[in-house]
């Protein structure tokens, strides 16, 4: 989608370590969000911040953090507590109350 | 908590034929309903959404979708498939209090030359 860039495209993760995805707007939507999207379970939430400074855990937080320290920049890290980390990471934002979520490209994660 | 079910994994058409790819909700209060399709290794791109108002409501790529508040459904439809349409679907909602998205499991719409 024009405006999000999330990077990289594909990323490889070794045991016990620890990666951050990266999502990136020009878009000035004050809320943005991370889903995980597994083969036949659709897209699950796992954290969202509606404003600078402030995020939520969705459904999915645990192994995973996040920080909003920009309006632009909401990274991911996929922590080493994550035991099941393979699967496509979606980055969205959205401006007004009515607008729908406008979607990044993805992230494909696998461990080596 | 508001949820979504897309009861088809798969739905097949032949081309020129209608589609439908259904989606049933459940919200408390007044529903957001969405529409979203996905290309392999892309992101989701919005087709439509409904509101509030006319319960037929048009969207992107000649994709309709009829908000049924009785029988809590927002079916996907459109008159004529194209091979270009074979992709994955989603319906997503949320509720009136500006909560994230609640996406279905998806349905892969294959259209058949």
């Not at chain 1, 989608?1 to 495209?9: A, H, R, V």
């Not at chain 1, 939430?45 to 632009?72: H, M, P, T, W």
């Not at chain 1, 990274?75 to 729908?100: G, I, R």
């Amino acid at each position: 989608d024009g405006g999000i860039t999330q990077s990289p495209k594909y990323l490889f993760r070794k045991e016990g370590q620890n990666v951050t995805l990266s999502c990136e707007q020009n878009l000035n939507h004050d809320a943005m969000y991370w889903y995980r999207q597994d083969p036949g379970q659709g897209l699950r939430l796992i954290y969202y911040s509606q404003i600078v400074n402030d995020f939520q855990k969705g459904d999915i937080a645990e192994g995973y953090s996040v920080s909003r320290e920009k309006k632009e920049s909401f990274p991911l890290t996929v922590t080493s507590a994550q035991k099941n980390p393979t699967a496509f990471y979606l980055c969205a934002t959205k401006t007004e109350f009515n607008q729908p979520q406008h979607f990044g490209d993805g992230t494909r994660l696998s461990i080596l | 908590a508001q949820s979504v079910a897309q009861p088809e994994d798969q739905v097949k058409v032949a081309e020129g034929n209608p589609l439908t790819v259904k989606c049933t909700y459940s919200v408390s209060g007044n529903p957001y309903l969405f529409w979203y399709v996905q290309y392999p290794n892309r992101g989701l791109q919005f087709l439509l959404k409904y509101i509030t108002g006319d319960n037929l409501v048009k969207g992107s790529y000649g994709f309709e979708a009829e908000f049924n508040k009785s029988q809590t459904s927002f079916h996907l439809k459109k008159p004529s498939a194209l091979v270009s349409d074979s992709a994955l679907y989603f319906c997503a909602v949320r509720d009136a209090g500006n909560t994230p998205l609640v996406f279905g499991k998806g349905t892969r719409l294959s259209v058949i030359a």
